[in-house]
């Protein structure tokens, strides 16, 4: 029963930090997470990260998608969508493929789209040559 590699299911929260529930480090999961204890460190999670209203959270999250209900005080990547819900506060950079963000939710910080990154820095890298070759005449 402990031998055999269990498939994991990303759309179901496979591990919560309660109330009561200080974390202060690394925390990597090939599934999903709920927060509503705190957490400083960082945060990679192959599934979702949910951060109750009770939750707070100061460190970088990475993840497929991120819902922020409580407080993050961290930059944060979602790889699919990012949701700031009403209650939510998020000081950071959010690098996201989509993003919502309720009425009365609290955001500081700047967006950047996901899928746009490696465009621009393959534009950046154009220019830097035409730069050098004018330069060279």
Do not use: H, W, Y
């Not at 269990?6 to 202060?24: A, L």
């Not at 997470?33 to 951060?51: H, L, N, S, W």
């Not at 993840?63 to 005080?73: C, P």
């Not at 500081?108 to 730069?131: F, Q, R, T």
Request: proline share 1%.
């Amino acid at each position: 029963m402990f031998n055999k590699e269990e498939e994991i299911k990303k759309d179901e929260i496979n591990t919560i930090f309660g109330q009561q529930t200080e974390f202060d480090g690394k925390l990597k999961t090939k599934g999903s997470i709920r927060i509503e204890g705190k957490i400083t460190g960082t945060i990679d999670a192959d599934g979702d990260v949910f951060v109750g209203e009770s939750g707070t959270v100061s460190s970088n999250i990475e993840a497929r998608k991120v819902v922020i209900a409580g407080k993050v005080d961290g930059n944060v990547t979602a790889n699919e969508k990012l949701e700031i819900l009403q209650t939510g506060t998020l000081k950071g950079d959010i690098k996201a493929k989509k993003l919502v963000i309720e009425e009365g939710a609290q955001f500081i910080g700047k967006s950047e789209p996901l899928e746009n990154k490696g465009k621009e820095i393959k534009a950046d890298k154009k220019s830097e040559n035409k730069v050098e070759k004018s330069s060279k005449n």
